[in-house]
């Protein structure tokens, strides 16, 4: 990011030369920082990564132009597919193999989009939440630069599309309960509790945010990255009640609790912003955290089970209705089942 005059001064959320959460987050010294990363390097525990393939999907362009409206596709970790008013949106488009600034290392993909991205549909918009790189991808972005009408961003986010080659008729950028119209459509980049940055040295340069999306008497919210905090409350007063909340679910560890949040979390906050259906997104296809590949499906699962919260889980590329969803296929305990089922009838071999 380049180092001219602030244009974001102004905003609420920024602080000298860096956008900061309302809340500061807890003092973490170099040395938990560096266990942190040590874990994440040598302790790995096991089955963070799937034994067998992920079940998905696959969806044609026909499939898509057949698709009513109001139709969400999830492609993959935040990355969603959504058709409102006979256009399509993507939300954090991701189509590397890695989550990562190196295409030889860094978190692999569990399975392959259900769509390639050349098959795509043209795009009217691209929300982003921020700029990690589990959520920005610049190949992806190349790609979709001469083939999607907007990109939506938080401040300072849409800067790095244009340095990237984005016209920049094409960005629009937003702080926090700012938003556009777009073809009847309401879009709002509402409160986030996370950070930002993809170099050791461009940290909280640009802002980071979630997204509610209206579209007449349909209200959707797509969480991006978030801690859990109060701001779940205030959307909900002020934007909701939402039909479907696309959450954060996944990639969470204990020692990350300012800026990730726990499944019980993202069950308290479905309910802070007043959601009827819960899709738990952020899960299912990178390794990004310690623990299992699908115990965030299986705590969210038990959560919204005792609380009686409708709880949708899509398989990859399976059609969700959000005008009137369907809790979808335990697909992650299948993948593990045929998993035992291979390793009973290796053993029986022997």
Partial sequence: MSSRIDPYQASPQRQGERFRNPVAPPVQGFGKTLGIIWNALFRKPANTRPANPVPVQAI???QLDAAPDRSLFRLGHSTMLLKLRGAYWLTDP?????????????????????????????????????DHYDHLDRDTIGYLAKRA????TPLGVGDRLIEWGVDASKVR????????????LQLTATPAQHFSGRTPFDGNQTLWASWVIVDDDLRVFFSGDTGYFDGFKAIGERLGPFDVTLLETGAYDAQWPYVHMQ?????????????????????GTF???????????????????????????????ERLDLAAPHAGERWWRGAEATAQVQWESALSLK
């Fill in 94 to 130: 991701v189509f590397a193999e890695r989550a990562s600034p190196f295409r030889w290392m860094g978190p692999k993909r569990f399975h392959q989009p259900p769509i390639a991205l050349e098959d795509l549909p043209p795009i009217r918009g691209v929300i982003l939440s921020h």
């Fill in 263 to 283: 499944p019980e979390q993202t069950v308290q906050a479905h309910v802070d912003l007043r959601g009827r259906w819960l899709m738990p997104v952020h899960n």
């Fill in 287 to 317: 390794d990004l955290a310690m623990h299992t590949w699908q115990e965030p499906f299986e705590r969210v699962l038990a959560l919204t089970t005792e609380r009686r919260i409708p709880l949708a889980t899509p398989r990859m590329g």
């Fill in 173 to 184: 950028q937003f702080d926090w309960w700012q938003g556009a119209e777009v073809d009847g």
């Fill in 149 to 152: 009408d907007l990109f939506l």
């Fill in 60 to 62: 044609t362009r026909a």
